[in-house]
């Protein structure tokens, strides 16, 4: 299963967020605004870090923002989303946060197949470095292996 696209209003480069929640809802706002999820789908990937830890910060600098498919979720779809200045989201090894990805996927199932695919990409170690000096959506497409 390739990765979902990634459309230019779904990267949002340089941001400032004050907190992981911040960050986190600059990624759902991406999601929203590219048409991929409505805003409760935000408000569910919170609830999972709030319920379950920074277990979505997979490595050195990137969390990986996800929650359940349902109504929340309008279609398959990914954000990227760099900051100036990193956040802390209470990982005992991989903090701070410099890259935030949210993953919206429509069905059951399909989710954990596009998890693997992004956890993929980052198995090289000079990706998220690259993301976070990335000055454009086209060259965050190229680092991720994905189209607009």
Do not use: Q
Not at 6 to 24: F, I, K, T
């Amino acid at each position: 299963m390739p990765l979902p696209p990634l459309p230019d209003e779904a990267v949002v480069l340089g941001a400032s967020a004050s907190s992981w929640r911040e960050a986190l809802r600059l990624a759902g706002g991406a999601l929203v605004t590219s048409g991929a999820a409505t805003p409760p789908y935000t408000d569910a990937m919170i609830d999972l870090v709030d319920e379950h830890g920074p277990y979505i910060v997979i490595s050195p600098g990137l969390a990986f923002a996800h929650a359940r498919p349902g109504p929340a979720v309008l279609r398959d779809g990914l954000a990227v989303v760099t900051l100036g200045e990193p956040v802390v989201f209470g990982h005992a090894h991989n903090d701070p946060v410099s890259v935030v990805l949210g993953l919206a996927v429509a069905e059951v199932g399909a989710h954990l197949e596009s998890i693997g695919e992004i956890a993929n990409t980052f198995n090289d170690d000079t990706v998220t470095g690259r993301l976070t000096a990335a000055t454009s959506a086209d060259e965050v497409r190229a680092i991720m292996g994905v189209t607009a």
